[in-house]
């Protein structure tokens, strides 16, 4: 019913800067909350940074500082401009969106297929 459709990852070297983007689509009143959570090799998924309707932002404090999160809620795109990047950026990385159904405003988290980035030092 919602799709998310990610893009943006890669390789980059230390130091380096990449943006990702998340489009979320479907028949839904509308979408709430748009973050971005990683997954390394071996560890647990980990919130990155999230993004209210509003505009309010909260920030995993590994990130603070370097990546910065913003939303067009016209085009109901999340993007994540990570700068200064590290080698334990390293991971899969997950938009994670909230839609609210047509009938009731019921939320429910949806995740997109993930998108690899690779930090090489």
């Known amino acids: 019913q919602v799709q998310l459709v990610e893009s943006g990852g890669g390789t980059v070297q230390v130091g380096g800067s990449l943006r990702l983007s998340c489009a979320a689509s479907?028949?839904?009143?509308?979408?709430?909350?748009m973050g971005w959570y990683r997954q390394a090799p071996g560890k647990q998924r980990e919130l990155v940074a999230v993004?209210?309707?509003?505009?309010?932002?909260n920030y995993a404090d590994s990130v603070k500082g370097r990546f910065t999160i913003s939303r067009d809620n016209a085009k109901n795109t999340v993007y994540l401009q990570m700068n200064s990047l590290k080698p334990e950026d390293t991971a899969v990385y997950y938009c994670n969106v909230e839609s609210l159904s047509l009938i009731g405003r019921v939320g429910s988290y949806n995740w997109g297929q993930g998108t690899q980035v690779t930090v090489s030092s």
């Open positions: 993004i209210t309707r509003s505009g309010s932002t």
């Open positions: 479907g028949r839904v009143f509308g979408f709430n909350d």
